[in-house]
């Protein structure tokens, strides 16, 4: 008996041990390190690495070629090694007030920072993430005030045939009141899932921020899985998942569109809102700004507020040219039609001047002007990116239910 005691004090001593080592054994080294000035340095131990770099939105972007014009990369810059076989890479020059993301790449095989423990998904990608703050980043950071509850719930979708998971904002409050609250429904894109407007987006950060200064009305945000073959993130899901964007095996069978009653039954049914379009809005990004177009005109007397992010309003505008195209302007712009009948408070456009999808957009936009369908436009400088959605979210929640 005596032997036992002593084996397993020496295997708890071995477990313990171990457990220290991973929790107190990672890199001493400080990656990144953001100086006084705003300026970074990113750090790497890889004394056997011939070439070290690291490629992120802080750094000037490159253009890449797409089917629908060029897109803007992130931007790569090489790292210097020193004796100690650290290699490092300073800015220039200060970093505007934002959220960025980065990896590494070393001698061509793309790797996250171990020293920055903050990282997320985009897409099937894992990135390391930083904020600068001062400035427009203040939104997306986590302060002082009262903060809402992020819920992630699975609903019942009859027109999908199947459980769906969703993820819900409730603004501060909500848990110790029985008041009503209107619904504002926000969507990714063809890259994301239920998790990217959370994740990615800041959403809570920024909603919280908004209340608390009185920018924005307290409301409930619904965000989506917006791909009707996936129920949920890969994380979340209990089907074979493909590490692409919307992938998934399974073929749906109903379109977002025509499923998206059942997102608003369940809100409607399981929380305390405001009912009536007055009290709803939706909007997205790029795949999910094309979704809310289309879900606002096929629902064409449920939403008063509706946002395009990034996106050509009319989706068919992408394929101008193509057969049965013009089919599907003509058809699309008769429910604009409608929508426009029945009255809406705001039709929110937003677009970067080197977005891809800029001349879709403004194309778009010429259909409507031809019907007399009032919108908004805001155009921004740069691209098909986070940082300017991330902006866009911060404008037009404000807007909102006034």
């Not at 390391?128 to 980043?137: D, E, Q, R, T, V």
């Not at 399981?270 to 939706?282: M, Q």
Request: net charge neutral.
């Amino acid at each position: 008996m005596k032997k036992i005691s002593i084996l397993a004090t020496m295997l708890l001593i071995c477990v313990t041990t171990f457990a220290q080592q991973a929790l107190w054994g990672g890199s001493q080294i400080i990656s990144p390190e953001i100086h006084e000035n705003n300026t970074v340095t990113f750090r790497l131990r890889a004394p056997k690495a011939v070439k070290v770099e690291v490629t992120g939105d802080f750094l000037p972007t490159q253009k890449m070629d797409t089917p629908y014009g060029q897109f803007d990369a992130p931007g790569v810059a090489a790292l210097v090694e020193n004796k100690e076989g650290v290699w490092e890479f300073t800015t220039p020059e200060p970093l505007a007030s934002e959220l960025y993301s980065y990896t590494f790449i070393v001698d061509g095989l793309q790797m996250n920072d171990p020293s920055n423990i903050m990282m997320k998904r985009d897409v099937a990608s894992i990135t390391n993430l930083f904020i600068i703050k001062g400035g427009m980043a203040d939104l997306y950071s986590v302060n002082d005030v009262p903060h809402g509850t992020v819920a992630r719930r699975w609903y019942n979708s009859p027109t999908l045939q199947e459980n769906r998971r969703i993820t819900i904002y409730t603004p501060p409050g909500y848990e110790n009141n029985k008041q009503n609250y209107p619904v504002f429904y926000l969507l990714h894109g063809s890259g994301g899932d239920e998790e990217a407007w959370i994740a990615l987006g800041r959403t809570a950060q920024i909603m919280d921020n908004l209340i608390a200064q009185g920018k924005a009305k307290p409301m409930i945000v619904v965000m989506t899985n917006g791909h009707t073959q996936n129920n949920a993130s890969p994380e979340e899901t209990n089907r074979a998942y493909t590490p692409a964007m919307g992938g998934g095996p399974r073929e749906a069978v109903a379109s977002m569109e025509d499923s998206f009653g059942d997102v608003i039954k369940f809100i409607e049914n399981n929380y305390r809102v405001k009912k009536g379009k007055a009290n709803r809005a939706i909007a997205g990004l790029s795949m999910g700004g094309m979704h809310s177009a289309t879900i606002s005109a096929q629902y064409a007397n449920t939403f008063d507020y509706v946002g395009v992010f990034s996106a050509p309003p009319i989706a068919a505008m992408m394929g101008a040219g193509n057969p049965g195209a013009e089919e599907a302007q003509n058809a699309f712009v008769k429910k604009l039609e409608t929508q426009k009948k029945n009255g809406y408070k705001l039709y929110w456009i937003a677009c970067g001047s080197t977005d891809f999808l800029y001349k879709s957009v403004i194309e778009s936009m010429k259909k409507m002007d031809e019907i007399g369908f009032k919108y908004t436009y805001h155009e921004s400088t740069g691209g098909h990116t986070w940082d300017n959605w991330r902006i866009y979210l911060s404008q037009f929640a404000p807007m909102l239910f006034n």
